[in-house]
Structures are given as structure tokens and as C-alpha cells.
């Protein structure tokens, strides 16, 4: 696993007692760690961003709207991943809105001001922060290429693998992914269909290139999945 994919997804309890103000002295008293049911929107677009968000516990999707209503994810995010970040690059104002996607879905806000003096007074952590921003730009600007370029298989192959390279795990020569996705999902990450989506997936599972159930993704060759 790249050093990138270290800095994209931290593990729970690194981040916590990194950006949780529950955790933080003098911090502590203030903070409230906010729960939201299945569907209830953290915000909207058009608001200001005033937070960045930690997931406690969890699911959040990242998306925006089209000019027609069409929904369109960008993100699905568990534990231990932070959203909202882009207010520490100077922006204003959500241009996506954060939704929660499982009952009793805890939120841990820290107000933009705290983190940036967190962030003056801790430079390692200032570093990932902004790291971890950019590797999300550059996560992006591969999906919009893969949507323009690449036809449905292809697509979502290269999410797969995006996945074993950013949270996969070394088992002997196979890769194991856990991960809390359903088809439709990852349907909706790619730009294709659910039954897409699955048809793939069988496949690859009937060449011996994967296995999967609802909660893991076994790669066994990472070469051999193209």
C-alpha cells in the first residue's frame, strides 16, 4: 500500500485522538458529537463551510446535484474518514451536500478555526492533512477520465483495484478489501448499473480472479485483474 493511501484513510482510533475535539484539551467541554439518521442530510450545498466532520461511526456519501435533480455520489465514506475538508483550502461555501446512509450515523465536527490551530501548533498533522486533500483531488480527477474514457468493465475493474491499493491488505500473494459497499453503490460510483455491476463481479469470480460477499473483496492476483 502506497503512502498516499496511508494518508487517505486513517484508522479509527488515530483519528480520534487526532481530530476528535472530545480528545483534544480544551476542547473537550465544547464539542458534542452529532447523530444523524439514515438519509438526513449533514449539510446541504450552498452553506457555508464552517466544519470539517470525522465519521465515528458509519456511513456518509458525498454528492451534488445536476440541473435536472439528478443525484450524482462522488464519495462514500465509513469509520474513520473525514469529509467537509475542502473549508481549509479557503472554500466559502459547500458546493456538495453530505447525507448520512445508515441509522444512528455519529459525526464528530470540529469547527474550521480549531483545526487550523491544531494544524499551526502540529506540522506532521497539517502535512497529511493537505497530503490527504490533494489525494483526493487527484482521486477525482481519475474518476471524471474514467468516466469519459473508459466503457463500464473497465471502470469498474479500476475501482476494485483503487480500493486494494488505498485499503487492501497483503494476504500471502492475494489482497483482501473489507469494505461496506453494496452493487448499487459502487453502481453509482462508477456510472453504471447495478446489474452491471454484479454481472462483473461474476465474472471475475468465475475466472478465479476474485471472490466477494457483502463485506470483503479477496483479490487473488492483482496482476490479473485488468
Known amino acids: 500500500m502506497s503512502e498516499e493511501s496511508n494518508i487517505w484513510f486513517f484508522e479509527n482510533v488515530d483519528l480520534f485522538h487526532l481530530l476528535c475535539p472530545s480528545k483534544v484539551e480544551d476542547m473537550g467541554e465544547k464539542h458534542n458529537e452529532h447523530v444523524y439518521q439514515k438519509n438526513q442530510y449533514i449539510y446541504f450545498s450552498d452553506e457555508p463551510s464552517d466544519y470539517i466532520y470525522m465519521i465515528a461511526k458509519g456511513r456518509v456519501k458525498i454528492g451534488s446535484y445536476s440541473e435536472d435533480g439528478k443525484e ?6 465509513s469509520e474513520g474518514e473525514v469529509f467537509g475538508e475542502l473549508a481549509l483550502t479557503g472554500e466559502p461555501i459547500r458546493r456538495d451536500f453530505a447525507m448520512a446512509m445508515e441509522k444512528d450515523t455519529r459525526i464528530c465536527p470540529m469547527k474550521i478555526s480549531q483545526m487550523q490551530e491544531l494544524m499551526a501548533n502540529n506540522k506532521p498533522l497539517s502535512l497529511k492533512i493537505f497530503k490527504m486533500i490533494g489525494f483526493r483531488i487527484r482521486k477525482l480527477e481519475r474518476r471524471l477520465e474514467s468516466l469519459v474514457f473508459k466503457d463500464a468493465r473497465s471502470r469498474v475493474i479500476e475501482f476494485i ?21 453494496t452493487h448499487q453503490d459502487i453502481a453509482n460510483l462508477t456510472g453504471t448499473s447495478r446489474q452491471t455491476v454484479t454481472t462483473i463481479l461474476n465474472e471475475l469470480k468465475e475466472k478465479n480472479i476474485i471472490n466477494f460477499d457483502r463485506k470483503r473483496i479477496l483479490i487473488r492476483d492483482l496482476d490479473k485483474l485488468a
Open 72 to 77: 450524482m455520489i462522488k464519495a462514500i465514506l
Open 161 to 181: 483495484r483503487d480500493m486494494a491499493e488505498e485499503r487492501g491488505k497483503k494476504v500471502g500473494v492475494e489482497t483482501l478489501v473489507k469494505y461496506n459497499l
